[in-house]
């Protein structure tokens, strides 16, 4: 963040690979300079009507009220529970209801003393940042977090550039999304918001303009939204589906989307294992993260014959040496109503372990596939591993990427690992533009046929190899030497981001 501890910012760290390769090709100082910083930066507030709450009162102060007469509060869903512990009042629940209350608190027999807290007008930070369209529409998920600023989605826009330069899909790069806990929030409140954001966005966005995506508290449900919010209105409203990606496979959606960012990541752990001739089957893997990216990779590295042998998350880590049984673990967390944090956490078939026991257990891949900057110095001295496959975006600091180094542990980059998901959006948004219904197998196939392809450029630059054989021509991106693979995504990427601005030449 903009002068943490007085140290660089988030974007200058990430931005510091962009320069390092920026450099070995000799890029056009023009056009190095036009990279450097976003087209726009859209920063907005985003205002909603929240419910009444019914909050948990804390333990010390529920003494006062230990005589109140317990209330008989509606039933069934007219209290809806929140991740946070608190419910949500609808006032149905008060039409049969039995009250006492006193300062504001009662007493719910079974679910504790609550404090009714009055709902009302709330306003949320949001943003939008573009940060390239020389290649095509800016693309980009949309992040639902309580911890985001412009600093870090500086960084994820700049990372999507990259990315659709990378995955050779025909899209620039933009990130955006909302300071906000989703967990706080009731589903019709995180409708509104949703709402909302694109109503302040509507003339930024659009299928050739601006393509939001899931990301971390986002969903398909919320690109449901966003798409009614856009369309609404619009004779043409078919036309415009591609607005978003990631949607339900019944309205637009792709088959496949769902699980495209893990099916890309296990891609790449593939090629990765068939160099050195080994393989996904019997492989010991390690897990950070188990939202959608996550439990699809685990998912499919299962199918495959791997042993999940840890998982961990925002609330908890468990741990089963034999490996964790994927599919009662996706029910667990994803399955079940009452697990309304979507959490590993108290998972039956496995045992709770500290998060520092989680960086140490014994395995072949590190699969980070939750937030940014996990993998510090200190975690990378930890790890126990051979590979760190990057699903998750930013998921290394510059120092954990020294010590990987050191240590002699493989890294597939980000913008690499985790590009099936933008490259699976792109078939969403042609099949929308073609009003088409593609096949999973078909979706597949291409998917793999474009990650494996991509990923054997980035290695053959990074070797200093360059090579056309019958599935990648990797001639005119190495630079002369060999380079670490990161620096060598990041100069497959600049190539062909570069090579727009050079052909095209500056309006001026
Ligand atoms: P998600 O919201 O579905 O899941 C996030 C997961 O991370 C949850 O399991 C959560 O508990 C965990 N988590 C959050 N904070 C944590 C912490 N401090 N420590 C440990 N775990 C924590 O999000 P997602 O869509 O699966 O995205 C995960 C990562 O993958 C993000 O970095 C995202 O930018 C990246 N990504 C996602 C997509 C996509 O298609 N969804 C595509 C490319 C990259």
Redesign the pocket.
């Known amino acids: 963040m903009a002068g943490r501890n007085g140290k660089s910012s988030f974007y200058e760290d990430s931005m510091e690979t962009f320069h390092r390769a920026a450099e070995l090709i000799r890029m056009d100082r023009r056009v190095r300079m036009e990279l450097e910083e976003p087209d726009f930066e859209h920063i907005f507030h985003v205002t909603i009507d929240t419910r009444d709450r019914l909050v948990p009162l804390a333990e010390n102060d529920v003494q006062p009220f230990r005589d109140l007469p317990p209330s008989g509060v509606g039933a069934g869903d007219a209290l809806e529970p929140l991740a946070d512990g608190a419910f949500i009042l609808h006032r149905r629940a008060l039409l049969s209801a039995d009250v006492t209350m006193r300062q504001g608190v009662i007493n719910i027999p079974g679910k504790g003393y609550f404090r009714l807290e009055r709902g009302g007008p709330r306003k949320f930070k949001a943003y939008r940042i573009q940060h390239n369209q020389v290649r095509g529409p800016y693309k980009g ?1 949309v ?1 639902f977090h309580k911890d985001v600023s412009l600093d870090l989605f500086k960084t ?1 826009a700049a990372d999507m550039t990259w ?1 659709t330069a990378i995955a050779e899909v025909p899209f620039g790069g933009a990130k955006g999304g909302m300071k906000i806990d989703p967990f706080a929030y009731s589903r019709e409140e995180m409708e509104h918001v949703s709402l909302r954001y694109v109503y302040k966005l509507k003339n930024l966005m659009g299928p050739f303009r601006d393509i939001p ?7 398909g449900a919320i690109m449901a939204y966003m798409m009614r919010q856009y369309t609404d209105g619009e004779r043409d409203h078919h036309a415009l589906r591609g607005v978003v990606t ?1 949607k339900d496979v019944r309205i637009g959606g792709s088959e496949g ?1 769902v699980k ?2 893990g099916q890309g990541v296990v891609h790449c752990i593939e090629e990765w294992a068939r160099e050195r001739s080994t393989s996904i089957s019997g492989a010991r893997v390690i897990i ?8 699809a990779a685990a998912e499919i590295l299962a199918a495959m014959g791997a042993h999940v042998v840890a998982v ?4 908890g880590t468990v741990h089963r040496d034999g490996g964790i049984d994927v599919a009662a673990l996706i029910q667990y ?1 994803h399955q079940d109503p009452r697990n309304l ?4 956490a108290g998972f039956p078939g496995a045992t709770p372990i500290s ?1 520092e026991d989680f960086w140490a257990v014994d395995a072949d891949v590190c699969v980070p ?4 900057e ?1 993998i510090t110095g200190p975690v990378a001295e930890r790890l126990r591993v051979k590979l760190v496959a990057e ?5 290394t600091t510059r120092e954990g990427d020294r010590v990987l180094a050191a240590r002699g542990i493989d890294v597939i980059p ?1 913008i690499i690992c ?5 490259t699976v ?1 792109y078939y969403e948004w042609l099949q929308n533009q073609r009003l088409e219904q593609w096949t999973e197998a078909e979706v597949n196939a291409r998917l793999e046929r474009a990650i494996k392809r991509n990923y054997a450029v980035i290695r053959d630059v990074a070797r200093d190899r360059p090579q056309k054989t019958a599935t990648h021509d990797s001639r005119g991106y190495a630079v002369g030497k060999p380079v670490d693979v990161r620096t060598a995504a990041m100069i497959v990427a600049l190539r062909r981001v570069e090579a727009h601005y050079l052909l095209e030449g500056f309006s001026q």
Not at 288 to 295: E, I, L, T
Not at 369 to 372: D, K, Y
Not at 391 to 395: E, H, I, K, L, Y
């Open positions: 998920g992040r994820l990315k995506a899931p990301d971390v508290g986002t969903n990631g989307r495209a960012t950070q993260g188990f939202g959608n990216v996550g439990a961990n998350d925002a609330h967390v944090r979507r959490t590993v998060k596939a939750a937030l940014g996990e699903a998750a975006n930013g998921p980000d985790n590009a099936g998901g933008v959006s």
